[in-house]
Each structure stands twice: as C-alpha cells, then as structure tokens.
DNA sequence: GGGTGGACAGACAACGTTTTCTGAAATGGG
DNA sequence: CCCATTTCAGAAAACGTTGTCTGTCCACCC
C-alpha cells in the first residue's frame, strides 16, 4: 500500500510498529507456533501498513537452502529445450519454487563456471539438460560436481545424459535416442530404401547424437544393409548448418533415397535444402526428424518423426530430485527412462525406382 | 577436488586452515586490499582443499543486492519470448549475473505474485514482457510495484507496454507496433487488396493486438478505404487458435483477399487453415504475419512479415535497468521505443482477381 | 635513535532472519 | 488458595559474509 520511503522494511521495523518483538512477527508468519489472535492481527495489519517482504537471502541463511531450482541449457531458443524449460518451470512453480536459467552456448567450460555459480545460490537443484561430449575429463569433472552439490544440500541432474555411475549422487533423466532412430530407420527400410543418409552426425561425438546414430547403425544391421560411412554426415543440431551440408553434398551428386535428420530442425533445414535442388519429399527423397517439437508441425510435407516427451523429461527432473529431499521418491528410483514412439507423417513414402548410383 | 565430507566448506574453515582470520579470506577473494604474497598463496591453496564457495546468500544480506536479474513471460515456449530471453540472458551473462526466470500463462494475477517474490529474491532488476490489459487496475498495481522495487534498489522494467506515467519509477522498452503493421497493411492496399481481414485481435484487449490492430485501422483510413469491423477476427496468440477461427470463417464464406496475422504464429496456423480450404498463398490469398521470428523461416510460401528486434529489446531492458544503477546510463534515457521494418517475402501478391462477395 | 608512515592482519559489529531457551501471565485442579 | 500446567511473548544466539576500526611490525628519513 503504502510507498516505502527508503530502505524497504525489515522484520525489525514491523516489530516496533506492531509493538512486539521480531520473533512474534516470524512466528506469525511461519504460521508454526501458538500467536494471540489479537497479537497476529496487530502484526498482520503493521505487515499491510510497511508493504513488508521477507528478505530471501536472510531467510536462507538461517534456515539452509533456496526455494530455487536452477535449470543449465544450451540456448534458450532451441525448440526442445524450450519445452523441457516449461516442465521444469511448471513443476518448480506447483512445488512453490522458482527458477534459475543459464545458457552456456554449448561450451563445456561455462557450464562447469555456470554450475558453479548456482551452487554458490544454494539452488535445490542443478539440471543439466543436452547431449554432451562424454569423455573422462567431463565425467570426472562432473563426478565431483554431484559430490559439492549433494554436500551442499542440493541435488545433480542429468538430463539426456547418461548416468555418471554407481554410488555417484546424480539423478538421470533419459530418454530413448537408439530406439526412437531404430524405429524410423526400420521403416525406412521396409519402405524398401537402401540408400539411408544420416545427417547430423556431431563432430564432436554428443551422446545424444551417438545414440541416434547407433540406433540407425542397428537397424541397418538387422535389416542385413551394410553400413556405409560416407552416407553418415557430421552438421551441427541447427538448420542452417543442416542446410548447408546437405546441399554441398546435393551437389556433389545424390545416392541416397532417404534421409534421416538427427532432429526436426536438422530436418527443416535439409527439406530446404532438398526443395532447392528440385528434389520433393517424399516422392524423390524420403525424410525423418527427431523430437516432434511443436514448430515442426508447419513444416510441408509433415514430419515423420520421433515424439520424445520434453515437458515430461523437465516435470520429472524437478518431481526426482525435489521429491528426494522431501523423502517422496526414493534414492533408488532416481534414474529414470522415458519412453520414445514413431509418429508417422508425410514425408516417408515407399522407395519408387532403384536407388540412383552416386555421380 | 576433495569430495567434501558433511556440510559445505565456510569462510571460517578456510581461516582455520590457513592459519589467518576470516577477514584475511575474505579479503583474498575481494582482491580490494592488500594482502601478502606468502599469505594469500597459503588462503588460494585452502580454497581449493575444501573446495570452498562463497555463499551468496551471506554476501548479499551484507552488500546489499544480488546478482540477479528477474524475467517474468507468459510462455517460455513462445517464439518472440525465446529470442528476448535470449538478449537479456546475453546482457546478464555479460554483467556476471543470472537470470530468474517465471512465467505467468498470462494470468495477472499470478504476474502479481510472481513479481512479489521476485522482489523477496532481491533481484537487481525485474523484466516484465508481453502485452497486457492497459486498464486501472493494472496501472495503479504496477505503479505501486514500482515504486516498491525502486525503494528495495531493484528496478522494474516492462518490455512492450505503455509507460505507467510521470514519475513513476520504471523503465519502458517498447516496439513499434502500430507502424509495422501501418506498412504491411499500405502495402497491401498499394498492391490492390481492399478486403483484408485482420486476425488475432485480442478479446481482451492485449496493447500489442491494439497497437498493431491501430495501424491496420490507419493504413486504410489513410487509403481511403472503409473500415468494416466484420473483417477483425478476435482470435488467442496461438496457432492452433488461428487456424480454429479461420477456419470457422472460411467454412462461412470467403469474403476477403488478404490476410493480415497479429503475429508469425497466428499467421502459420492461418497457412495451414487456407491450405485446408484449397486456397493457395499468395495466388489466391495473400498474408502477412509479425514478428519475424525463427520458426517461420519454414513457412512456405515465406512470409512477408514485419521484424521486431527481439533479442534487442532483451538485451536494452538489462542494460537501461542495470545500467542506471551503476551510473552508465541516464535516468532520462529510461524509455526506449525500437524500430520495426517490414520484410517482404512470397506470401503476398497484387490481387489478381476483383474481390469475391461474401457468401 | 626516535618519529613517521606504510603494509599488513585481526577483532568485531553489522546484515535480516529463525529458533532455541527463558520467563511471565493465565488457567485449572486439588 | 496454592501449585502445576498451559499459552503466549521476549531476549539472544546463531547463519556466513564484509567492512571498519585497531593494532603491530617493519622500513625509512631526518
């Protein structure tokens, strides 16, 4: 109500206003402890008059720990990750918290300084979401961060990631990648296409992109195709990076009937890419995506793709590792799994001709 | 490196170790005083032995502030709201802050709260973005907000609303809404269209639907051209909305050339609406969206469009905010209105035909 | 050699809460 | 009517920092 003068007012000038002491004026507030009626109604009023607001950082001092739950991705306008950040914000606000968000542009040594920083805000929990090069240095590094973080209170999660192993304090969240890609490859396959382009390959080997590509390794396999590498690309997870690659190798000649793009945006830009070189899908060339993120939906002909659940993969990170400290989800249950399914649209159809030979 | 036994490290620990005060460690990671050689080589190696990190909820009940900087939005999925969050993460990230992040699904009422705790945070900033019900109520609440943060030395800033007034400590960083939409509009009038329906006007009464509603209403008193208030069709900043609405019109009879869309998405889900009706873009209809954003660079036709320079307005917030209380910027240059330019692409043609009747 | 000042380090008081621990009324039972 | 018990309220000690206020020691100059 009123417009505070200067300073804003603290627990101690409420107090004097109310004509009792501080610890009345938290006990009224914490609601925890036996308060006159007539006493809370004082405070209460004194509350109204100062426009009072607790002080967070005082308030998490005393009592250990933030009503926070920090959230670590690549970019915030990357179409899946948008989504995991909704379920994420969506079960931190049903449980009273707020979010901390970081970018970190896909650099590995940011996200260690990012981390860093959230530990030193006492967040609840630290989410990392997104594939990540997956050698020692990371896992060691990161194994000592589930150590800091769990001493501190607060609580690791991998999102996309794999577990970082046995007796390390993190939770996991993962979602299928070699199923999803097996699925769509398979049915490449039984469309009758041989000739099965990869694109996306992440030249810096991302475990979500190796998964991918192991589950169109497998299909392959199981449909007696030998592999071949030269129809596995590297391009960046961005459209115009896909687009890019796969018109260089449009244009160093076409032998392959299909393509399978490592994500939905890979796939908007490689149906660009095929439009440009006067190629139609699904009639000349066949294509899949991953993710069945919502922007995908306009592209044309539709996307046959992978439905990974990205909001539920954000609800489930906050539900695991919140619900641990709160003892409403147990320790063993702090790996979790989700399941991927094809969605069949327009842009696959049966192989027409023999596959054209390269040149 | 050693993985910490029980509670985190302290300041205090670190003396101990060391074999110095509190203040000596302090003054170390200050780097505001002299220290000596020997002893601050002695303090480094104790912080990294316990792997110490400062707690900033001490250091901020102490100093004062925090660094932080709160972003409050309607979606997070939101196309235009990804870029913004985009630049203000930037900026922040530039400033050694991070960002807090809210969403509100629209709700005032919940804006409201979420602002109050964003204000217990002690954020040195606190970034409202997307249109609103310019009404009473609203203005005397924000007003008061307003004046609440600046006592607490924060600052609120609102991204595409109208300034609250003289006097009324906030800063305002605005697009131009009407004279985008003025242009796209006079173009199709220019290019022969005379019925052109405009989407997505807000039944709430959104600023930024009746900002660019404004211009369209301009561009064609300024040609001469009747206003006819069947041709405004009210339909929700989503795509699944403005494909049910349109829709809904078409199957009534088409009685218009040209399509005018609130925003990109509105106009991608009018796309698909035309496409569903047999009605080629821009042969037999043209249509303009707003915005400018990513995922409608995979419309096509490409959409004529008007850009708004989103991750600007994200990236001016932060700097006018934080700026100002450094010092770097002016209280007199606390509003901010950036320009906005059309971007003709595909979707729109002169018209080819006399304008149908309805019916 | 005494005085002056610079370079360093420690003690201690905040910051705004929460939470004991204590104490004073009020209440009730014998 | 007195003692035991409950119900409420206050004093004060934390929580982990930072900055101010004092010192101490040493070097240097006259």
Redesign the interface.
């Known amino acids: 109500?009123t417009?505070?003068?200067?300073?804003?007012a603290t627990l101690r000038d409420v107090a004097e206003r109310a004509g009792v002491s501080m610890a009345t004026v938290s006990r009224v507030l914490a609601d925890n402890y036996p308060v006159a009626q007539r006493t809370r109604q004082r405070v209460l009023r004194a509350i109204k008059d100062l426009?009072y607001?607790?002080?967070?950082?005082?308030r998490?001092?005393r009592g250990r720990g933030?009503p926070?739950v920090a959230f670590v991705l690549n970019?915030?306008?990357g179409?899946s990750f948008?989504?995991v950040?909704?379920g994420v914000?969506e079960e931190a606000?049903r449980r009273g918290r707020?979010?901390?968000?970081?970018?970190t542009q896909g650099d590995p040594e940011r996200e260690l300084s990012?981390v860093?920083?959230?530990?030193?805000?006492?967040a609840g929990a630290v989410i990392l979401i997104g594939g990540v090069v997956d050698d020692a240095a990371y896992r060691s590094q990161m194994t000592?961060i589930a150590?800091?973080l769990d001493?501190?209170g607060s609580r690791l999660v991998l999102c996309g990631r794999p577990p970082l192993g046995e007796g390390v304090p993190a939770t996991v969240v993962e979602y299928d990648n070699e199923g999803g890609a097996y699925a769509v490859v398979s049915r490449l396959l039984v469309q009758g296409h041989r000739r099965i382009l990869f694109l996306g390959a992440a030249a810096n080997g991302s475990t979500t992109a190796a998964g991918r590509l192991a589950g169109y390794r497998r299909a392959l396999a199981d449909h007696g195709v030998p592999a071949d590498d030269s129809l596995v690309t590297a391009a960046e997870f961005s459209?115009v990076d896909a687009y890019d690659k796969l018109s260089a190798r449009l244009r160093a000649g076409r032998d392959f009937t299909a393509v399978c793009a490592v994500t939905d945006t890979v796939a908007?830009g490689a149906?660009?890419a095929l439009g440009d070189h006067g190629l139609r899908v699904p009639e000349d060339v066949s294509l899949t995506g991953y993710d069945d993120v919502?922007?995908a939906?306009?592209?044309?002909p539709q996307l046959t793709t992978v439905h990974v659940p990205y909001e539920e993969v954000g609800r489930t990170a906050v539900r695991l590792a919140l619900g641990l400290r709160e003892g409403e989800v147990s320790a063993a249950a702090q790996h979790a799994v989700l399941g991927t399914h094809m969605v069949i649209r327009d842009s696959t159809a049966p192989l027409a001709r023999p596959a054209p030979s390269a040149g």
Do not use: F, K, Y
């Open positions: 109500m417009p505070a003068g200067g300073a804003p426009d607001v607790a002080n967070t950082h005082a998490a001092l933030t926070t970019d915030v306008r179409a948008a989504s950040a909704h914000e606000a707020i979010c901390l968000i970081c970018t990012v860093r920083t959230m530990r030193e805000q006492g000592a150590h800091s001493a501190s459209r908007a149906l660009a919502d922007p939906t306009d592209l044309r």
